[in-house]
């Protein structure tokens, strides 16, 4: 791995007495102000006999949380939050935190929703900003999608969305998105920067495939992992109670299997699970298609569990781009249904197949108890980093602890199932599938 740089830039010294009142003692039953000065280390691999060792400050993780002095007045604060890019469940999760923490905690009473992702910036949309207080998000965590709205692209017209923040005086943009949304903020601090400004810029990460670096778990990834269950548990039935009976499900994962592999284990009812980080081929004694047929005739049945990105060397390539400028995978999904069905038709072998594509589905399902703390606890401390006037960081979760990550460190890589470790040897002994199936 590149060597780490985990320093946080700051827009200034924090002068402000934080209006949150907290201890600085430890034991006395109060709450305490985080410290600048309170890191974890990334890196806890070691071994009996490793050597002792010291780390730079840029190899520590610095924790998140409120500080006792802040950068910002509240009384003179203009906040603006944006959702950009694909559905996840708990974006208003997210929303509803911010908007709570800055207003109830700090006082804060100007905080903007900018409408439809970067879009929202663009005079050319004519969107108007939804003025955020706690009535308007009071009960919208109940509620799958974002009251924001959400679009992907337009997070390259850098001097046009400065320009919008300038005009409305926006001293803090707190935006919520994946790999591309962060691309475009580190691309909007640089413009900042060159004009001089104070914007402190802060990023919840929303990543449905959990594929980003230095991100522990991405919000509305156990949603997700819990409604494919759902659908997986769909197709078994299907399957089970049919002649030769099939089941296909495609699931999020475009090069990230990490939703088909824990939902793979979650229900224990898959035979085949396909991930991008992972290999296969269809024809051979080894081929998947053989694999199958022998799966067949020993239990009947079959359940194949699909990440969207998976086996894209054995399909048709698309050459075209979505709007954030990611490739178009082409569909898995159908190109494993039309296979299968010509393998068994000329073999005259009869089957039931069926194909299930939830995604969709899971993407707007309002986020399940364990993704609305966890969005509880991201909005809080986005809001808490903000104001205390650090810039160009994500809030995550390292080790069980909230912290402030540079987002020019997580955007260097994706983060993907090794198929080395630990956990697709559970998905290879909860299925029971080759351990890989190339001839």
């Not at 004009?195 to 991405?218: C, E, H, M, W, Y």
Request: glycine share 10%.
């Amino acid at each position: 791995m590149e060597k780490p740089d985990f320093i946080i830039p700051v827009l200034g010294k924090p002068r402000v007495q934080s209006p949150i009142s907290l201890s600085k003692q430890k034991g006395d039953y109060i709450a305490n102000y985080v410290s600048d000065n309170a890191y974890i280390i990334y890196d806890i691999e070691t071994t009996a006999k490793g050597p002792t060792r010291s780390f730079a400050r840029n190899q520590l993780l610095e924790l998140a949380g409120p500080r006792e002095k802040i950068y910002f007045d509240p009384a003179k604060t203009h906040a603006g939050i944006v959702t950009c890019g694909g559905l996840c469940p708990g974006l208003n999760d997210v929303i509803r935190a911010i908007v709570m923490c800055l207003w109830y905690r700090y006082g804060v009473r100007n905080i903007s929703g900018i409408r439809f992702g970067y879009r929202g910036f663009l005079s050319e949309f004519r969107l108007p900003v939804v003025e955020l207080t706690p009535d308007v998000v009071e009960d919208i965590h109940r509620k799958g999608g974002t009251i924001l709205g959400s679009a992907r692209g337009y997070g390259e017209r850098v001097g046009e969305i400065v320009d919008s923040l300038e005009r409305m005086n926006i001293n803090m943009l707190l935006a919520i998105g994946g790999d591309g949304t962060q691309k475009s903020v580190l691309a909007i601090a640089k413009e900042v920067k060159k004009r001089g400004l104070k914007i402190a810029l802060v990023t919840v990460p929303k990543t449905i495939d959990n594929d980003l670096s230095f991100v522990q778990k991405s919000f509305g990834f156990e949603t997700a992992v819990a409604k494919a269950v759902d659908a997986v548990a769909g197709a078994h039935v299907e399957a089970h109670d049919a002649m030769n009976g099939i089941g296909i499900v495609k699931v999020m994962g475009r090069q990230s299997g990490f939703i088909a592999a824990q939902t793979a284990l979650a229900i224990n009812d898959v035979n085949f699970v396909l991930i991008p980080e992972v290999p296969f081929e269809l024809e051979g004694d080894n081929g998947l298609l053989g694999h199958l047929e022998k799966r067949l005739k020993k239990r009947n049945h079959a359940v194949i569990l699909a990440a969207e990105g998976a086996g894209q060397d054995l399909v048709e390539s698309c050459k075209a781009v979505d709007a954030s400028g990611n490739k178009k995978l082409s569909d898995i999904g159908t190109f494993l249904k039309q296979k299968i069905s010509s393998y068994f038709k000329e073999k005259q072998i009869e089957i039931n197949m069926k194909y299930i594509d939830p995604g969709y589905i899971i993407r707007s399902a309002p986020a399940n108890p364990n993704d609305s703390i966890y969005c509880a606890r991201l909005g809080t401390n986005a809001a808490h980093a903000a104001m205390a006037g650090k810039t160009e960081l994500l809030i995550s979760l390292i080790h069980n602890y909230f912290v402030h990550v540079p987002i020019a460190m997580a955007v260097r890589t994706k983060n993907t199932v090794n198929p080395d470790g630990s956990l697709w040897r559970n998905v290879i002994e909860a299925t029971g599938q080759p351990m890989l199936m190339k001839n």
